[in-house]
Each structure stands twice: as C-alpha cells, then as structure tokens.
Nanobody, 123 residues
C-alpha cells in the first residue's frame, strides 16, 4: 500500500555531515506526521526528530542545534540534515510516516516504516 525508501547513510568522521532522505510512495491520500528514529546496538529505538504536515518540528535533546528535519510535501519526502556528527550518533536510522491511504472504497491511517539506513560516525 505504502512504501518508504531511505537513502543517504554511510560512514563519516566526527564533526562531519550527512543528509538522509526518505521518499513515500503508494496509494497515498495524505501524509500526516513524518519523522526519523534511530536504534543503536543494544539500545531501544528512539525518536530523533519529527515534523507535522504544517511544518512544526520536534527534536530529541541530544540532536537539537545539530540536526534539521524538513519535508517536501509535493514529493512526499522527508529529509534529515545531520551536522557536527558525533560517534554517539552511530545507529540505524529509520524513517516513519503516518499515512492516510485508500484501499478499495475505504481510507485507513497507519504508521509505516522504512527499511533503515546505517549511519556510522568514526575516525
């Protein structure tokens, strides 16, 4: 019904930058909130940042001032610009979207997840 495809992860040195992208496709009627989560080895998945359809943003305290979330509603895409990266930012990053979609005659709202993209910050 709805697919989220992420890109942009990789290996970067401390202090470097990366930009993640996540594009949604499928039988989309409306995309509500979109966000990025991350999960480090041995830890629970945590919210990094999210953004409403109107553009209001929310950040985890640990990334505030370093990461910026943005979305392009025309492209059904959300971005995460990550600057001043630290080794503790190393994790698998997952895109999330709350999507209203149609299936047959009906509309449903569900949360969808991307497959995850690895971000490694190391010298």
């Amino acid at each position: 019904q709805v697919q989220l495809v992420e890109s942009g992860g990789g290996l970067v040195q401390p202090g470097g930058s990366l930009r993640l992208s996540c594009a949604a496709s499928g039988s989309i009627f409306r995309i509500n909130a979109m966000g990025w989560y991350r999960q480090a080895p041995g830890k629970q998945r945590e919210l990094v940042a999210d953004i409403t359809s109107g553009g209001s943003t929310n950040y985890a305290h640990s990334v505030k001032g370093r990461f910026t979330i943005a979305r392009d509603n025309a492209k059904n895409t959300v971005y995460l610009q990550m600057n001043s990266l630290k080794p503790e930012d190393t994790a698998v990053y997952y895109c999330n979207a709350r999507v209203t979609y149609n299936s047959g005659y009906y509309y449903y709202t569900d949360d969808f997840w991307g497959q995850g993209t690895q971000v490694t910050v190391s010298s």
